[in-house]
Antibody, heavy 114, light 107 residues
Framework: QVQLQESGPGLVKPSETLSLTCTVS????????WSWIRQPPGKGLEWIGY???????NYNPSLKSRVTISVDTSNNQFSLKLTSVNAADTAVYYC????????WGQGILVTVSS | DIQLTQSPSFLSASVGDRVTITCRAS??????LAWYQQKPGKAPNLLIY???TLQRGTPSRFSGGGSGTEFTLTISRLQPEDFATYYC?????????FGGGTKVEIK
């Protein structure tokens, strides 16, 4: 059973960079797509982007100018960086496998506040 | 972007009821649609992909149908553990998008 676990700071200051890592266990990063998805409190789901195990990426145009997703296959991890955050970026951030999402992490609440 | 519109957004039902949720796409997406169940404080759980294929472990009381622009999720006999929020998601084109959700509550 593939397991995903998000890690990173739960509080980020406005204008700074949000950085999260997803560790994949009981399975390999290859040969799958890996996505980041977020959910503001009490609201719906928004796909942020994916990375393929080879390193190719695809981002949501609504966030593309601020997002970088990278992969570390040797450690079975992939990461999210979101720059210039503001209060609207406060959300639970999930990592998930593929482009319809069969495995999810438990989610991590990231609050943007000074 | 492909917009997904779910209806209703809120549904009140009783245990044993048959429930149907609709998801409409702003343009044709063939059968590239998935359904998820989300309970409070938990990650979504994949129920159905490719419009009608049950994910391993999904109870058979769940079924999905449709193609093109109109899709349905049906729960044949609602169980207590089915009270949750349901989302559709298209995986036909990028950016991947979700419907706004349907909250199923106990009548």
């Amino acid at each position: 059973q593939v397991q995903l676990q998000e890690s990173g700071p739960g509080l980020v200051k406005p204008s700074e960079t949000l950085s999260l890592t997803c560790t994949v266990s009981s399975g390999s990063i290859s040969p799958y797509y890996w996505s980041w998805i977020r959910q503001p409190p009490g609201k719906g789901l928004e796909w942020i982007g994916y990375i393929y195990h080879s390193g190719s990426t695809n981002y949501n145009p609504s966030l593309k100018s601020r997002v970088t997703i990278s992969v570390d296959t040797s450690n079975n991890q992939f990461s999210l960086k979101l720059t210039s955050v503001n209060a609207a970026d406060t959300a639970v951030y999930y990592c998930a496998r593929a482009i319809y999402f069969d495995y999810w992490g438990q989610g991590i609440l990231v609050t943007v506040s000074s | 972007d492909i917009q997904l519109t779910q209806s209703p957004s809120f549904l009140s039902a009783s245990v044993g009821d048959r429930v149907t949720i609709t998801c409409r796409a702003s343009q044709g997406i063939s059968s590239y649609l998935a359904w998820y169940q989300q309970k409070p404080g938990k990650a979504p759980n994949l129920l159905i992909y490719a419009a009608s294929t049950l994910q391993r472990g999904t109870p058979s009381r769940f079924s999905g149908g449709g193609s093109g622009t109109e899709f349905t999720l049906t729960i044949s006999r609602l169980q207590p553990e089915d009270f949750a929020t349901y989302y559709c998601q298209q995986h036909y084109s990028y950016p991947l998008t979700f419907g706004g959700g349907t909250k199923v509550e106990i009548k």
